[in-house]
T-cell receptor
């Protein structure tokens, strides 16, 4: 079964500190992509970072980096130098099956982690 | 703006009524997705469009749910005979083409549906 698991319902971090949000995934497809989205209280989904299953290096985007451990099937998001504006819900999502007619590109989401940044 | 546009932003209706939710994707995006997000939960896939066809409807929860897309652009999600469990935020997303694995889906702000 294809599944994303986020085991931390809520996290706190002090402003300017780094924080790691956990994500594990399950798929038997060798081709997949992992995405992280941020959802502030206003509700919009903001794309943060992407990691492909064949990428050799961990993805980085500004203060966001992805700790990709393929053998452990984990794709943890690391936010460095946390800011008050980082307070939001964070979702890990997976896209599988890029090849063939079964490819729809749909995303499978985890349950999310609520991050609160303390001043 | 150039983003995904959804309307209405909020909809309150009585149980048993039909509702229509609209999504206007980013211009030129051929792939369009509908998701549902219940309170405090992750997103649940409903349906995928490539152009005007819907090759994957596997997420539609019942036959009360249907969707169409015309002109390869605007999509409408229709819920007939609404039930209280249909209350959720309905999110639409688009991407240039499903074939490119690293392209993120761009989401609209959603329609918050409340069934009384």
């Amino acid at each position: 079964a294809q599944k994303i698991t986020q085991t931390q319902p809520g996290m706190f971090v002090q402003e300017k500190e780094a924080v790691t949000l956990d994500c594990t995934y399950d798929t038997s497809d060798p081709s997949y992509g992992l995405f992280w989205y941020k959802q502030p209280s206003s509700g919009e989904m903001i794309f943060l970072i992407y990691q492909g299953s064949y990428d050799q290096q961990n993805a980085t985007e500004g203060r966001y980096s992805l700790n990709f451990q393929k053998a452990r099937k984990s794709a943890n998001l690391v936010i460095s130098a946390s800011q008050l504006g980082d307070s939001a819900m964070y979702f890990c999502a997976m896209r599988v099956g890029f090849h063939g007619s079964s490819n729809t590109g749909k995303l499978i989401f985890g349950q999310g982690t609520t991050l609160q940044v303390k001043p | 703006g150039a983003g995904v546009s959804q309307s209405p932003s909020n909809k309150v209706t009585e149980k048993g009524k039909d509702v229509e939710l609209r999504c206007d994707p980013i211009s030129g995006h051929t792939a369009l997705y509908w998701y549902r997000q219940s309170l405090g939960q992750g997103l649940e896939f409903l349906i995928y469009f490539q152009g005007n066809s819907a090759p994957d409807k596997s997420g539609l929860p019942s036959d009360r749910f249907s969707a169409e897309r015309t002109g390869g652009s605007v999509s409408t999600l229709t819920i007939q005979r609404t039930q209280q469990e249909d209350s959720a935020v309905y999110l639409c997303a688009s991407s240039p083409d499903r074939a490119f694995s690293n392209q993120p889906q761009h989401f609209g702000d959603g329609t918050r549906l409340s069934i009384l």
